[in-house]
Nanobody, 119 residues
Framework: QVQLVESGGGLVQPGGSLRLSCAASGSIFGIDLMGWYRQAPGNQRELVAT???????NYADSVKDRFTISRDNAKSTVYLQADSLKPEDTAVYYC?????????????WGQGTQVTVSS
């Protein structure tokens, strides 16, 4: 099992910034993909960004050029630097980790952290 602990959410004004962190612990051997998803009220959970173990990042079009994902493999931690935040970025942000052993992959999710962008 992999445990995920998220931090860094909160209330921020439009145009502001936040940095989310997610630390993985437990059975961390085999973690390859890490990332962030978000879910706003009434909407489905959607991809924000993912990053591979070698640092290749993928972003949703809605956050490109505003958000930056990074990871520290030594600490099994993934970060999301969110800049130029907009009210439509308001959502619960979930950390995502994929662990792959042989041909089997398992997804793990954090408990979620609320990000509210409002004046």
């Amino acid at each position: 099992q992999v445990q995920l602990v998220e931090s860094g959410g909160g209330l921020v004004q439009p145009g502001g910034s936040l940095r989310l962190s997610c630390a993985a612990s437990g059975s961390i051997f085999g973690i390859d993909l890490m990332g962030w998803y978000r879910q706003a009220p009434g909407n489905q959970r959607e991809l924000v960004a993912t990053i591979t173990s070698v640092g290749s990042a993928n972003y949703a079009d809605s956050v490109k050029d505003r958000f930056t994902i990074s990871r520290d493999n030594a600490k099994s931690t993934v970060y999301l630097q969110a800049d130029s935040l907009k009210p439509e970025d308001t959502a619960v942000y979930y950390c995502y980790v994929r662990r792959s052993i042989s041909t089997r992959s398992t997804a793990y999710w954090g408990q979620g952290t609320q990000v509210t962008v409002s004046s």
